[in-house]
């Protein structure tokens, strides 16, 4: 039995449980580790010997539960999947009745709600939290959307409010300034209870492909910038520099400037230029766009740049087909100050109707699953830690603190109003795009969700027609009220018209 039981403890040291088990310690709280490889867990403690809070490093999985107050409280980070489940295996024998296993990781929110169940059956508390930051984050402050069991939440509270990023009360702007053994103290924690089961994994994934969306958006800008106006890479970057201190101020804006000007170590020209233009990617996007799919929701902006990444990864055919497929050689005259300025709206056109998506999603999630999310708290942890931290998030927050059952964003007055500002700008770009034979997937597709959003009659009028036509699927009718359902016996083909 160890002298000093841990405040917590945490199982898998890659390096992001390394940096979340570094940050709970400089917050204070006594913290045991173990890994699978006992290895990587000495290495690890004998290279920080003094943290605030203390870390106890485990070889067995035995003495390292031993080692915690009770409740016992456990957080894996470890590969998800297969990983969470062995390590989840091994771990329930050795807990006790109201015990609390916090699974970290990018789990799927399915296999949370399933842990969840098999978990409670088993008298242990289970809590599924996103954390969203990268390694930096999770060192130094990560936006946390923990969702499970909400007494066991409240027991993890105090450290998920410790750890996580920080904002400004008044102006919801980042506090940076965190370094090894002096964390930020004071300011708004960027994590809060987001609901049962799996809330919080499902929250952490529509928070991936809304950023899998920006980041597809901030591409396209730079293509047009690259391709249309024959900007060099560095060019590029200063415009992002510049675009960062209005409102599209973010974090990927803010790096996508520094990546734009990164000069290449071996040739001396700018790094972008070098990099293969393959995408990968690890899953989460294309869970976001099908659970859209799968609940009926028009998520298609977040959906394209899943889409253009795959586009991407099919390297050798695009440059077979180039040799063979032909199109409009790039031409754009005109004023260039303007174009790019044309370009910044058409980004933020895109980038709202890719939010108004996002919480669309999960506003039909919510009922499906039967959670009460609250949208402008998940706004609000988002200012701040997570990768697609945003002054717009503000914005977004005061929307749903305007109307907090908003039906979509596009409808905020101030949304609305940034739309109207800035939508002919937004057009001009997607047509130049279109006539200079430039893709742009994510803009086209925003534009084309907000003329269809705002429209009255689409013509799925003719596409009922065509489905009573050939499979007797019924329509409803203009002139009846709803849930009246008609079909009539089309002609043949070929037939004649038949009489009115
Ligand atoms: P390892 O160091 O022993 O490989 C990321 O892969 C982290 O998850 C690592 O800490 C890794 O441990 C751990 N991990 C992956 N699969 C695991 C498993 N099946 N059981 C336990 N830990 C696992």
Redesign the pocket.
Known sequence: MPEQLSDIGL????VM?QNLALNIADHGFRISVY???TA?MEKFVAENPSTPGGLAGFASLADFVASLKRPRRVII???AG??TD??IDQLVPLMEQGDIVIDGGNANWNDTIRREKALKAKGLRFIGSGVSGGEEGARFGPALMPGGDFEAYKEIEPVWNAIAAKVDHTTGKPLTGAAPGKPIVGGVPCSTYIGPDGAGHYVKMCHNGIEYGDMQMICESYSLMANLLGMSAGECGKVFAEWNTGVLDSFLIEITADILQQKDPMTGGFLVDYILDTAGQKGTGKWTSVSALDMGVPAATIAESVFARYISAVKDERMAAAKILTGPKANVDGDRKAFIQAIHDALYCSKICSYAQGFQLMREAQKEYHWTLKFGEIAMIWRGGCIIRARFLQKIKEAFDRNATLANLLLDPYFKSEVDRCQANWRQVVAAASLNGVPVPTFSSALSYYDSYRAERLPANLLQGQRDFFGAHTYERTDQPRGRFFHIDWPEPGRPQLEA
Request: charged letters at 10%; glycine letters at 18%.
């Open positions: 199982v898998g040291l890659a449980g890994n699978r490889t990587t980070l470890v590969k297969a990983g062995a390590v």
